[in-house]
T-cell receptor, first 116, second 117 residues
Framework: DTGVSQNPRHKITKRGQNVTFRCDPI?????LYWYRQTLGQGPEFLTY????????KSRLLSDRFSAERPKGSFSTLEIQRTEQGDSAMYLCASSFNPTGAGETQYFGPGTRLLVL | AQKITQTQPGMFVQEKEAVTLDCTYD???????LFWYKQPSSGEMIFLIY??????QNATEGRYSLNFQKARKSANLVISASQLGDSAMYFCAMREALSGGYNKLIFGAGTRLAVHP
C-alpha cells in the first residue's frame, strides 16, 4: 500500500531560479491538494484539483506559481523566479470521497524548499 | 471566517501517562469536520482521527480519542499511554467546504509534544 509521494524531498536554489515539485497521489484518489507550511505555522491551502481540473486557487498562489495535473494522475507545482519568501515546506495531499462527507486528506512527506 | 486555535505551543508528558492537547474552533457552518494530524520531524502529516459535527459519540482510534464539546466549540485530542514515538507536532484542522462539494483544511498553529522516559 503506497501513500502519497513527493519529489524531491529537499531543494536548495538561488533566488531567481525556477523550481518544480512533483506529487504522486494515492492511486485511486481523484482529489489532490497543495498546501504550504512556513516555519512554526500550520499548513495553508494553495490549490485543489479534481481529476485534471484545477478548481480552486488561493490568493497565496501568485502569478509566479503554476500547478498542473495532466491526465488526473500526478501533479506538478512550479515556482518561477523564486524569492526568499518562497522558502517553506510544500505539502501535497490526496483524497477520494464521492459524496464529500467525511473526506480525509492524506498527506505526502513534503518538499522542503530553501531559497538563498 | 473559520478559525482553529491551539493555545499550547508546547507540552511535556511522562512516558505511559495520558496527555490532552487543546483545540478550539470557530465556524458558523452547522456542518463541519474536525481532524487531528501528527507531524514528526520528517515532515509528513499523519492523519490520526476525525470527528464530524453531527457525530453523536466522541471519535476514538486506538490510543487516540477526541473530546468533542460542541457547545464550547472544543475538540481536544487525548493520547493515552504516551510513547516516546508520540513526540511530534500535533495539528488540529477544520474542513471548510468550498463550492463544488470539495473541501480545504484550515489548520491551527500546532502543539509540540515531548514525551520523556
Amino acid at each position: 500500500d503506497t501513500g502519497v509521494s513527493q519529489n524531491p524531498r529537499h531543494k536548495i536554489t538561488k533566488r531567481g531560479q525556477n523550481v518544480t515539485f512533483r506529487c504522486d497521489p494515492i492511486s485511486e484518489h481523484n482529489r489532490l491538494y497543495w498546501y504550504r507550511q512556513t516555519l512554526g505555522q500550520g499548513p495553508e491551502f494553495l490549490t485543489y484539483f479534481q481529476n485534471e481540473a484545477q478548481l480552486e486557487k488561493s490568493r497565496l498562489l501568485s502569478d509566479r506559481f503554476s500547478a498542473e495535473r495532466p491526465k488526473g494522475s500526478f501533479s506538478t507545482l512550479e515556482i518561477q523566479r523564486t524569492e526568499q519568501g518562497d522558502s517553506a515546506m510544500y505539502l501535497c495531499a490526496s483524497s477520494f470521497n464521492p459524496t464529500g462527507a467525511g473526506e480525509t486528506q492524506y498527506f505526502g512527506p513534503g518538499t522542503r524548499l530553501l531559497v538563498l | 471566517a473559520q478559525k482553529i486555535t491551539q493555545t499550547q505551543p508546547g507540552m511535556f508528558v511522562q512516558e505511559k501517562e495520558a496527555v490532552t492537547l487543546d483545540c478550539t474552533y470557530d465556524t458558523s457552518d452547522p456542518s463541519y469536520g474536525l481532524f487531528w494530524y501528527k507531524q514528526p520531524s520528517s515532515g509528513e502529516m499523519i492523519f490520526l482521527i476525525y470527528q464530524g459535527s453531527y457525530d453523536q459519540q466522541n471519535a476514538t482510534e486506538g490510543r487516540y480519542s477526541l473530546n468533542f464539546q460542541k457547545a464550547r466549540k472544543s475538540a481536544n485530542l487525548v493520547i493515552s499511554a504516551s510513547q516516546l514515538g508520540d513526540s511530534a507536532m500535533y495539528f488540529c484542522a477544520m474542513r471548510e467546504a468550498l463550492s463544488g462539494g470539495y473541501n480545504k483544511l484550515i489548520f491551527g498553529a500546532g502543539t509540540r509534544l515531548a514525551v520523556h522516559p
